[in-house]
């Protein structure tokens, strides 16, 4: 079994609420809502926690005034969460199903920072980083780094877990990757379409083919793995200048939230496997679909089991 250690700057907690037609400008009753323990790492956790129980610990900042009900909620998922303390609330995101239409609209809502010693903090964070990378063989860094974290601290995390033989996979876009890649190089980027043309300085939207050539060339200078994920387009990848290409099937999603999620656990997975990208390209995009016929953010278990929880 490949240990994981799963880091995110961004977690959440995650009300998704059904409408059977949500409309501006007018009250709208829910027909039923549920409470998840959410964020990028957080939901990449979860499936990874599904694929292999046991496989995965998510290192995370949970801000003291309401890390309970986070902690509550995790432990419901059987998530293995390695908490660092931080001062303040975690900030709650609200998505707005519509079932019968398969829209969602996502309502993120940040909690106001307080003042504390955040480059003191991180030291913390990154011992306790460090000690899980000990016993693990790759990491996962995933979601955006509020403005109060030091700016190269996804660089420092990236670098620790390299240092100690670990492969990563970031899924991390804009300045933050661009300061990583300087110090040291992901062996697995994973970005949408419009962030790798944002990080790397090309023009969004790329014809296919320019894509294609770009991501090549990208990923050939970088010496790595590139995936750029395009919604219900084909995904298109690049590892060390070779190109693949892997088809989305259309689904009547009821929750896109958590799809590129659950795509970076399915992915990682199955690559620290048999490093066969074709592969895990399929077991990715299989994770993600799944996803999208749940309700609950980064989950690929049956539909039904999903209801369990929706009040």
């Given at each position: 079994?490949?240990?994981?250690?799963?880091v995110?700057?961004?977690?959440?907690l995650?009300?998704?609420?059904?409408?059977?037609?949500?409309r501006?400008?007018?009250?709208?009753?829910s027909?039923?809502?549920?409470?998840?323990?959410?964020?990028?790492?957080?939901?990449a956790?979860?499936v990874l926690?599904?694929?292999?129980?046991?496989?995965?610990?998510?290192?995370?900042?949970?801000g003291?005034?309401?890390?309970?009900?986070?902690?509550e909620?995790?432990?419901?998922?059987?998530l293995?969460?390695?908490?660092?303390?931080?001062p303040?609330?975690?900030?709650?995101?609200?998505?707005?199903?519509?079932?019968?239409?398969?829209?969602?609209?996502?309502?993120?809502?940040?909690?106001p920072?307080?003042?504390?010693d955040?480059?003191?903090?991180?030291?913390?964070?990154?011992?306790?980083?460090?000690?899980?990378?000990?016993?693990?063989?790759a990491?996962?860094?995933?979601g955006?780094?509020p403005?109060?974290?030091?700016?190269?601290?996804?660089?420092?995390?990236?670098?620790?877990a390299?240092?100690?033989?670990c492969a990563?996979?970031?899924?991390?876009?804009g300045?933050?990757l661009?300061?990583?890649i300087?110090r040291?190089?992901?062996?697995?980027?994973?970005?949408n379409?419009?962030?790798?043309?944002g990080t790397?300085?090309?023009t969004?939207?790329?014809p296919?083919a320019?894509?294609?050539?770009?991501l090549?060339r990208?990923?050939a200078?970088?010496?790595?793995?590139?995936?750029?994920?395009?919604?219900a387009?084909?995904?298109y990848a690049?590892?060390?200048g070779?190109g693949?290409?892997?088809?989305?099937e259309?689904?009547?999603?009821?929750n896109?939230?958590?799809?590129?999620?659950s795509?970076?656990?399915?992915?990682?997975?199955?690559?620290?496997?048999?490093r066969?990208?074709?592969?895990?390209?399929?077991?990715g995009?299989?994770?993600a679909?799944r996803?999208?016929?749940n309700l609950?953010?980064?989950?690929i278990?049956?539909?039904?089991?999903?209801?369990?929880?929706?009040?």
């Amino acid at each position: 079994m490949s240990r994981i250690v799963s880091v995110g700057l961004s977690p959440t907690l995650q009300k998704t609420i059904a409408f059977k037609d949500l409309r501006l400008d007018s009250v709208n009753r829910s027909t039923g809502y549920r409470i998840d323990a959410s964020g990028k790492a957080v939901n990449a956790s979860r499936v990874l926690g599904q694929l292999e129980g046991g496989c995965v610990t998510n290192v995370c900042p949970l801000g003291v005034d309401n890390a309970e009900l986070f902690l509550e909620l995790a432990a419901g998922d059987g998530l293995e969460i390695d908490r660092v303390d931080v001062p303040g609330r975690i900030r709650y995101c609200y998505t707005l199903v519509e079932p019968g239409t398969g829209r969602a609209t996502e309502l993120v809502v940040s909690e106001p920072s307080a003042n504390a010693d955040y480059q003191a903090i991180a030291s913390v964070l990154l011992e306790r980083i460090a000690r899980r990378l000990e016993s693990a063989s790759a990491l996962l860094f995933a979601g955006s780094r509020p403005s109060f974290w030091p700016e190269d601290l996804c660089a420092r995390v990236c670098a620790l877990a390299k240092e100690r033989g670990c492969a990563v996979m970031a899924d991390f876009h804009g300045k933050d990757l661009a300061l990583t890649i300087e110090r040291t190089v992901p062996d697995i980027i994973k970005i949408n379409e419009e962030e790798f043309c944002g990080t790397f300085g090309y023009t969004f939207p790329l014809p296919e083919a320019d894509l294609a050539s770009c991501l090549a060339r990208k990923s050939a200078e970088l010496g790595c793995v590139i995936i750029v994920t395009r919604g219900a387009k084909d995904t298109y990848a690049a590892s060390n200048g070779a190109g693949f290409r892997h088809t989305v099937e259309a689904v009547s999603a009821l929750n896109a939230i958590g799809c590129g999620d659950s795509f970076s656990a399915g992915f990682l997975y199955s690559w620290l496997a048999d490093r066969d990208i074709a592969n895990a390209l399929a077991k990715g995009t299989w994770c993600a679909r799944r996803n999208a016929l749940n309700l609950r953010p980064g989950s690929i278990l049956d539909a039904d089991a999903e209801g369990e929880r929706f009040w």
